[in-house]
């Protein structure tokens, strides 16, 4: 027999290690990326001379690299201490085969110099044409971000979650995860087979995927405008049973009213104009339904500081949302 009190340290000590393990490299990867780009950007700055777009500038404080690697810290260890009260499990990102990774990463550094010329055009209808015009609405036929392809290409669809990663310093998948505390509240004493979940712009699946790994046999649904990101994301959730994903906008859900006991979003609010986003707040919150902010707003990049709005531009305040129907 062993020693009263010493199986759970020592089952800490080896959740944290097995923990830092898996989440250190992932982070140093997309850390590495996003060096890169920043050294790449310099180089591009230096070679068009006047020529280049001036860089933006704001009155608001700046943080400085070290606050951000603070606030780096601060998530992992509420992560963390998330797997260790047993809110969800140790996580796996499932970020494929290295050759998968290199793959990925080729794609994100072969479409810089064309995001960088289309930024400094400010060339952000590209994927607005006569192909495309009508069956979308207005605001998704763009250049995201001025990446190419807008959310219409498979090559999109598979550089997409390397340039979150390289965005948030590697930090993406874990902010997903903060999603899950509200909902193992939500979903506290109930039987998870009997509740439906529905992700709106579930993009590549990834938050889906945290999701099946804490409630398995929990039924969700994903709802995105693209087609190839959907196709991505039944890819990337081929592993689980009791999955469903329905091409749809946010803001007009082919989806019978109070279908769904939860219904969350992940990077999806900061995308929708205003008008959109009313309609989108309308759709799916009934007054059986109960709305309140999800992610940890320690880390939630453009909350913690005007500055970080700056350092993270094309994040705006709100990151995510999540709406929780009472459950009775």
Not at 125 to 133: A, G, I, K, S
Request: aromatic residues 10%; proline residues 7%.
């Amino acid at each position: 027999m062993g020693v009263p009190g010493m199986a759970a340290p020592a089952s800490s000590v080896i959740t944290r290690v097995v923990y830092g393990v898996s989440q250190l490299p992932r982070v140093a990867w997309y850390l590495a990326h996003g060096l890169a780009l920043r050294r790449l950007a310099e180089a591009a700055r230096r070679s068009d001379g006047a020529k280049a777009r001036r860089r933006a500038r704001t009155k608001a404080p700046v943080p400085e690299r070290n606050q951000l690697y603070a606030d780096m810290a601060r998530l992992f260890w509420q992560d963390l201490a998330n797997v260790e009260s047993g809110i969800y499990p140790r996580p796996a990102d499932h970020d494929g085969s290295l050759l998968t990774l290199i793959n990925r990463s080729w794609l994100f550094f072969e479409d810089l110099p064309k995001v960088h010329r289309r930024r400094e055009r400010r060339a952000y209808n590209e994927v607005l044409n006569q192909q495309t015009r009508g069956k979308r609405p207005r605001y998704y036929l763009q250049n995201f971000h001025f990446q190419s392809g807008g959310w219409m290409t498979d090559d999109s669809a598979e550089r997409y979650d390397t340039q979150v990663e390289v965005l948030l310093n590697g930090t993406a998948n874990a902010i997903r995860r903060q999603a899950l505390p509200p909902l193992s509240e939500a979903f506290a004493g109930h039987d998870q087979r009997k509740l439906r979940l529905l992700d709106i712009g579930c993009g590549t699946g990834r938050f889906l995927d945290f999701v099946k790994q804490t409630w398995p046999r929990l039924q969700i649904i994903g709802l995105d405008m693209s087609e190839v990101y959907l196709k991505h994301a039944q890819r990337h959730l081929k592993r689980w049973a009791r999955t469903s994903f329905v091409l749809g906008k946010a803001e007009a859900m082919p989806l019978p009213d109070s279908s769904q006991d939860a219904v969350t979003s992940i990077f999806l609010f900061h995308e929708l104009p205003p008008k959109d986003k009313t309609r989108c707040h309308s759709r799916v919150r009934p007054s059986t339904q109960a709305w309140r902010p999800f992610g940890d707003p320690r880390f939630a990049p453009t909350r913690r500081s005007p500055g970080l709005r700056r350092a993270f531009g094309t994040f705006p305040a709100g990151l995510s949302r999540a709406i929780l129907r009472k459950l009775h």
